[in-house]
């Protein structure tokens, strides 16, 4: 004789398997997200930004999305640039878009007014940036260095 | 029930799939200026716009010259990194289609590649011819010194308006009214 009760009891360890499932698989996807939103994922790699200042004193708002301007063009977002230190390659990448900032600590009376284009750029954290120039295709070198007025953020100004 | 619902989605799908895939024209040139219509003359003091002749994406050549002889033009300069171009490109479509055989439109870009124009063109949807300046000699002569630029030119060949940062779609239009087309 079948054990009226059973069925249901197996039905319910089968709902609980279910609903377990679904939990871990929830908690996974919840930890991947998680990972990937800290950037904690294997190949991550924790990085340290140079500013590039490209001193084309283009009109412009201040924080308005920028490129370089005219004889400077070519610092443009995903042209291709390269952080030479001794003549090795210690990091590559393409530039990202810039943000202008005044160009003169004065007030113009303008929201227009003279900027430079400044870009932020994510090399590892792991390069050693002592000695290190910046080259902007076949432009450059330019000489990496700490900027005091931005806690020595390391800073190239291109010319 | 169930069977006339399905047949009428998948017609939609059938539909929409071959909307998607009719070409949108690309390059268009404006056709006959459209009769009645009459086009302002410059100011006395607007200067002569910078002649010259562009090559196109698809390898033929554009005279500005000849151009502004029929109707006026308007220049659009352009990269395909500049998120500012692509951000005023749906207004100034409209603008586009609002005078459509009234006034040229082209696009003119400098260091941006061919591919990366190819597809700037067909994801912005862009129907007016395009222009190549691989020299930059376009960009020197209209002083671009950062994308985007728009200028207007007359129809005769006066330069009436420059727009470094670009413009709005709104204000493109009714300059066009004011200065350009009656």
Redesign the interface.
Known sequence: MRDPVAPRAAEGRAARRRKGGVALTAGLCLAGLLTACSGGGAGAEDTQAVRLVVPDANIREPSDPCSGARAFRYAHPEAAYEVLSGGDVLAAGALPEGRAEKAFSLDLGSERQPTVCVMSLEVPASVDLADAELMIGEHGPVPILPNPAFDDTPEAVLR | MRRPVSALLMAGLVAGFLAGCAATPRGRLPGPVPSGVEFRPAPDDAPPAPALTVELTDGTTLDLAEQWDERPVALVFF?T????CADQQGPINDVVDEYEDEVLFVGVA??SEPADVAAYVEENDITYPVAADPT?DAWLMYAV???PLVALVSKGGSLLRGW??GVTGQELSTTIADLAVR
């Open positions: 990269e990194w500049c998120t500012r400098n260091l930059g010194a950062e994308a470094p940062e």
